[in-house]
C-alpha cells in the first residue's frame, strides 16, 4: 500500500500565505514525479505545479511567481509554498505522486484525499 497524505490547507485572507505539505509513505521502490493540482468548486481539476526526482519544475501560469514547489527525497515528501494568495486560489489542493511499489514493475499515479484553502476576507 502507498499512502499520502495532505496537510497545511486552511483560511487565508487575500496576500496571505500557507505551506502545504504532503508525505509518501508505504511500500515504496521509488518516487518519480510529485506535484499538486487543485480542483474548484464547479470547475476540472489542474495543474498548480510538479517537480521531477531530478529537481525539474514546472507550475501552472496562474501562480508564477507566487507559489513554489519543493521536495525532499529523503522524507518522500513535496511541499507548496503559497504566497500573495488570491480569491480565485480557492480549492481543495490535491498530492500526487508517481510511484514504483516494492516488488512491482509498473509505475502508478497515487493521490491524496486533498486539503481545503479558501482564500477571503
Known sequence: Q???VESGGGLVQPGGSLRLSCAVSGSI???YAMGWYRQAPGKQRESVAGI????????ADSVKGRFTISRDNAKNTVYLQMNSLKVEDTAVYYCNCNARRVGAFARYDYWGQ???VTVSS
Open 2 to 4: 502507498v499512502q499520502v
Open 52 to 59: 521531477t526526482s531530478g529537481g525539474a519544475i514546472n507550475y
Open 29 to 31: 521502490f521509488e518516487i
Open 114 to 116: 486533498g486539503t481545503q
